[in-house]
């Protein structure tokens, strides 16, 4: 297959690639040890799978679904052979998902739920009761990583644009009633660029204790 992979993990000892292939006709494929093969969780235009994650022996899949009223986007979780949509689907695209105090938590491009003309869910949301609560104060730019690290979840994901600084990174722990912005200098180490696009952190991993950030 061909196209472009978005994310990936490993389940139940199987790796998994996430994305769009063969001009949107599979978003998911599978490697059995000699090849790859792939399905579609998502039907779409063009199908595409924006996030994958694995927990407690359930595989899940984020992405989105185009209809006559525009793209909705959800998750899905794979049960047996079929992918069943979780309800309640959001209005942006759906770049991180993460396990965090018991929940399901997203993270992404979106604002609110599908159709709704209120921002009332900034970027990270936690998915409780058939539907998607914004945590705490929300984050003011896209998330394109969560990572849980000693009791903390940490997103990132937009940093510097022409418009001005987003969080960069930010962390919370338990239920409090912020997140705690760890960029709060951002703009003394990077600056805006009217020719270059804006600074986005688009993953994260720790090594040794540390959180090492990558992007554009």
Sequence with gaps: PEG???CAVVHDGVFYIGGSFNSGQLDLLKWTGSAWVGETVFSSKSAEVTALHSHDGELYAAGGESGFAGTDYGVKVKQGTEWQPL??????PIHALEHYEGFLVAGGAFTGVFLSTEEDILHVARYMNSGWVQIADGLDGDVYDLLLHEDALYATG???????PSFGLASIVADIGSWTRLMPNIMNYISTSPVD?????????????RIFIAGD
């Design 197 to 209: 696009g804006p600074s986005v952190a688009r993953a994260m991993v720790v090594h040794e204790g």
């Design 4 to 6: 472009m992979v978005n």
């Design 158 to 164: 937009d940093m510097v644009a022409m418009t001005g």
């Design 87 to 92: 309800p309640g689907v959001l209005n942006g």
